[in-house]
Protein backbone atom coordinates (compact mmCIF):
# COMPACT_ATOMS: atom_id res chain seq x y z
CA UNK A 1 0.00 0.00 0.00
CA UNK A 2 1.37 3.33 -0.94
CA UNK A 3 1.56 5.83 1.92
CA UNK A 4 -1.00 8.18 2.66
CA UNK A 5 -0.83 11.17 -0.26
CA UNK A 6 1.52 9.32 -2.49
CA UNK A 7 -0.90 9.16 -5.34
CA UNK A 8 -2.21 12.55 -4.92
CA UNK A 9 1.82 13.59 -4.87
CA UNK A 10 2.38 11.38 -7.68
CA UNK A 11 -0.73 12.94 -10.20
CA UNK A 12 0.65 16.21 -9.03
CA UNK A 13 4.14 15.78 -10.32
CA UNK A 14 2.98 14.60 -13.52
CA UNK A 15 1.30 17.51 -13.65
CA UNK A 16 3.94 19.93 -13.03
CA UNK A 17 6.04 17.88 -15.28
CA UNK A 18 3.75 18.68 -17.63
CA UNK A 19 3.18 21.80 -16.90
CA UNK A 20 7.24 22.59 -16.76
CA UNK A 21 7.41 21.22 -20.35
CA UNK A 22 4.67 23.76 -21.50
CA UNK A 23 6.64 26.78 -19.92
CA UNK A 24 9.55 25.79 -21.76
CA UNK A 25 7.94 25.64 -25.49
CA UNK A 26 6.71 28.76 -24.54
CA UNK A 27 9.78 30.63 -23.61
CA UNK A 28 11.39 29.05 -26.32
CA UNK A 29 8.52 30.57 -28.68
CA UNK A 30 8.93 34.46 -27.36
CA UNK A 31 12.61 33.88 -27.49
CA UNK A 32 12.96 32.87 -31.13
CA UNK A 33 10.07 35.52 -32.03
CA UNK A 34 11.90 38.54 -29.93
CA UNK A 35 14.88 37.43 -32.14
CA UNK A 36 13.08 37.10 -35.51
CA UNK A 37 11.26 41.00 -34.70
CA UNK A 38 14.23 42.82 -33.23
CA UNK A 39 16.06 41.21 -36.32
CA UNK A 40 13.52 43.05 -38.83
CA UNK A 41 13.39 46.35 -37.03
CA UNK A 42 16.90 46.63 -36.79
CA UNK A 43 18.25 49.69 -35.21
CA UNK A 44 16.09 51.86 -36.32
CA UNK A 45 12.99 50.78 -33.91
CA UNK A 46 12.10 48.75 -30.61
CA UNK A 47 9.71 46.39 -30.54
CA UNK A 48 6.86 46.02 -28.32
CA UNK A 49 5.93 43.39 -26.26
CA UNK A 50 3.02 43.10 -28.11
CA UNK A 51 4.52 42.73 -31.11
CA UNK A 52 6.38 40.06 -29.82
CA UNK A 53 3.54 38.50 -28.50
CA UNK A 54 1.93 38.28 -31.46
CA UNK A 55 4.68 36.55 -33.82
CA UNK A 56 4.88 33.96 -30.87
CA UNK A 57 1.48 33.14 -31.13
CA UNK A 58 0.88 33.60 -27.56
CA UNK A 59 -0.99 35.95 -24.96
CA UNK A 60 0.34 39.25 -22.57
CA UNK A 61 -0.52 36.96 -19.85
CA UNK A 62 1.80 33.93 -21.18
CA UNK A 63 4.47 36.91 -21.66
CA UNK A 64 4.78 37.73 -18.17
CA UNK A 65 4.19 34.74 -16.38
CA UNK A 66 7.83 34.23 -17.41
CA UNK A 67 9.51 37.98 -18.05
CA UNK A 68 8.99 40.51 -15.37
CA UNK A 69 9.56 43.12 -18.54
CA UNK A 70 10.68 43.47 -22.10
CA UNK A 71 14.03 44.11 -20.82
CA UNK A 72 14.45 40.82 -18.94
CA UNK A 73 13.41 38.92 -22.12
CA UNK A 74 16.43 41.23 -23.84
CA UNK A 75 18.63 39.55 -20.64
CA UNK A 76 17.47 36.40 -21.87
CA UNK A 77 18.01 36.51 -25.53
CA UNK A 78 22.03 37.37 -24.39
CA UNK A 79 22.24 35.03 -22.27
CA UNK A 80 20.63 32.08 -24.92
CA UNK A 81 22.64 33.95 -27.74
CA UNK A 82 25.73 33.15 -25.54
CA UNK A 83 24.97 29.32 -24.93
CA UNK A 84 24.74 28.88 -28.68
CA UNK A 85 27.76 31.19 -29.48
CA UNK A 86 29.80 29.26 -27.07
CA UNK A 87 28.55 25.61 -28.15
CA UNK A 88 29.75 26.90 -32.14
CA UNK A 89 32.56 27.79 -30.90
CA UNK A 90 33.76 24.91 -28.65
CA UNK A 91 32.39 22.72 -31.83
CA UNK A 92 35.00 24.49 -33.71
CA UNK A 93 38.19 24.51 -31.45
CA UNK A 94 37.48 20.76 -31.17
CA UNK A 95 38.98 20.31 -34.42
CA UNK A 96 42.61 21.36 -33.31
CA UNK A 97 44.49 19.78 -30.68
CA UNK A 98 47.55 22.24 -30.54
CA UNK A 99 46.62 25.33 -28.10
CA UNK A 100 47.50 27.82 -30.66
CA UNK A 101 45.83 26.76 -33.23
CA UNK A 102 42.51 26.00 -30.56
CA UNK A 103 43.08 29.68 -29.51
CA UNK A 104 42.79 30.64 -33.01
CA UNK A 105 39.67 28.93 -34.07
CA UNK A 106 37.78 30.75 -30.86
CA UNK A 107 39.10 34.26 -32.57
CA UNK A 108 37.54 32.71 -35.66
CA UNK A 109 34.70 31.71 -34.41
CA UNK A 110 33.39 34.83 -32.38
CA UNK A 111 34.24 37.46 -35.23
CA UNK A 112 32.32 35.16 -37.37
CA UNK A 113 29.00 36.49 -36.19
CA UNK A 114 29.73 39.52 -37.86
CA UNK A 115 29.02 37.92 -41.10
CA UNK A 116 26.53 38.94 -43.10
CA UNK A 117 23.72 35.25 -41.72
CA UNK A 118 23.96 36.34 -38.23
CA UNK A 119 25.12 40.00 -38.16
CA UNK A 120 21.91 41.86 -38.01
CA UNK A 121 19.91 39.69 -35.27
CA UNK A 122 23.30 40.37 -33.09
CA UNK A 123 23.10 43.98 -33.98
CA UNK A 124 19.85 44.42 -33.08
CA UNK A 125 20.10 42.45 -30.13
CA UNK A 126 22.44 44.35 -28.80
CA UNK A 127 20.83 47.52 -29.42
CA UNK A 128 18.28 46.77 -28.07
CA UNK A 129 19.47 45.76 -24.78
CA UNK A 130 22.01 49.05 -25.20
CA UNK A 131 18.89 51.38 -25.83
CA UNK A 132 18.66 54.10 -28.60
CA UNK A 133 21.43 56.87 -28.87
CA UNK A 134 23.80 54.60 -25.79
CA UNK A 135 26.85 53.30 -27.13
CA UNK A 136 27.37 49.67 -27.31
CA UNK A 137 29.82 48.57 -24.82
CA UNK A 138 32.81 46.25 -25.10
CA UNK A 139 33.57 44.09 -23.16
CA UNK A 140 32.62 40.36 -22.32
CA UNK A 141 29.40 40.89 -20.03
CA UNK A 142 27.31 37.40 -20.08
CA UNK A 143 28.68 36.66 -23.85
CA UNK A 144 32.29 36.75 -23.03
CA UNK A 145 31.73 34.69 -19.66
CA UNK A 146 30.33 32.34 -21.33
CA UNK A 147 33.21 32.11 -24.21
CA UNK A 148 36.04 32.99 -21.97
CA UNK A 149 35.84 29.12 -19.72
CA UNK A 150 36.83 27.40 -23.22
CA UNK A 151 40.09 29.36 -23.43
CA UNK A 152 41.37 28.09 -19.86
CA UNK A 153 42.72 24.78 -20.59
CA UNK A 154 45.08 25.94 -23.61
CA UNK A 155 46.04 29.50 -21.90
CA UNK A 156 47.31 27.21 -19.30
CA UNK A 157 49.22 24.73 -21.78
CA UNK A 158 50.60 27.68 -23.37
CA UNK A 159 52.18 28.97 -20.04
CA UNK A 160 49.76 31.57 -18.60
CA UNK A 161 50.26 31.96 -14.85
CA UNK A 162 46.64 33.14 -14.97
CA UNK A 163 44.55 31.66 -17.38
CA UNK A 164 41.38 32.85 -16.46
CA UNK A 165 42.16 36.44 -16.01
CA UNK A 166 44.05 36.23 -19.36
CA UNK A 167 40.65 34.39 -20.82
CA UNK A 168 38.93 37.60 -19.89
CA UNK A 169 41.02 40.00 -21.26
CA UNK A 170 41.15 38.16 -24.65
CA UNK A 171 37.53 38.14 -24.28
CA UNK A 172 37.11 41.87 -24.16
CA UNK A 173 39.60 42.38 -27.04
CA UNK A 174 37.91 40.10 -29.08
CA UNK A 175 34.39 40.99 -28.10
CA UNK A 176 35.01 44.75 -28.53
CA UNK A 177 36.59 44.27 -31.94
CA UNK A 178 33.68 42.21 -32.70
CA UNK A 179 30.90 45.14 -31.99
CA UNK A 180 32.99 47.68 -33.78
CA UNK A 181 32.90 45.51 -36.94
CA UNK A 182 28.89 44.99 -36.38
CA UNK A 183 28.70 49.00 -35.85
CA UNK A 184 30.72 49.38 -38.96
CA UNK A 185 29.02 46.72 -41.06
CA UNK A 186 32.68 45.33 -41.82
CA UNK A 187 33.50 41.38 -42.10
CA UNK A 188 36.22 39.94 -40.49
CA UNK A 189 39.10 39.04 -42.81
CA UNK A 190 41.54 36.28 -41.70
CA UNK A 191 44.62 38.73 -41.29
CA UNK A 192 42.53 40.52 -38.63
CA UNK A 193 42.03 36.75 -37.00
CA UNK A 194 45.33 36.19 -37.07
CA UNK A 195 46.55 40.01 -35.76
CA UNK A 196 44.34 39.52 -32.24
CA UNK A 197 45.17 35.47 -31.67
CA UNK A 198 49.16 36.97 -32.12
CA UNK A 199 47.95 40.27 -30.04
CA UNK A 200 46.36 37.91 -27.08
CA UNK A 201 49.34 34.92 -27.18
CA UNK A 202 52.11 37.46 -26.55
CA UNK A 203 49.79 39.45 -23.95
CA UNK A 204 49.56 35.84 -21.53
CA UNK A 205 50.67 36.44 -18.04
CA UNK A 206 54.00 34.95 -18.10
CA UNK A 207 54.94 32.61 -15.05
CA UNK A 208 55.91 34.57 -11.81
Do not use: C
Not at 107 to 136: C, D, F, K, R, Y
Not at 198 to 204: E, G, I, N, Q, V
Amino acid sequence: MDEPGAVARRIAQRALARRGADYADEVRRLLDAALVVMAAGGTTGKPRVADIVAAAGLSNEAFYRHFPSKDALVAALLEDGAERLARYTEHRMAGEREPRARVRRWVGAVLAQAEAESAAATLAVLWNAAGPGIALEPGPGVVGEALAGLLHADLAELGSATPDLDAVLIAHATIGTLTDLLRRRELPDLGLVDRITAFALRALTPPA
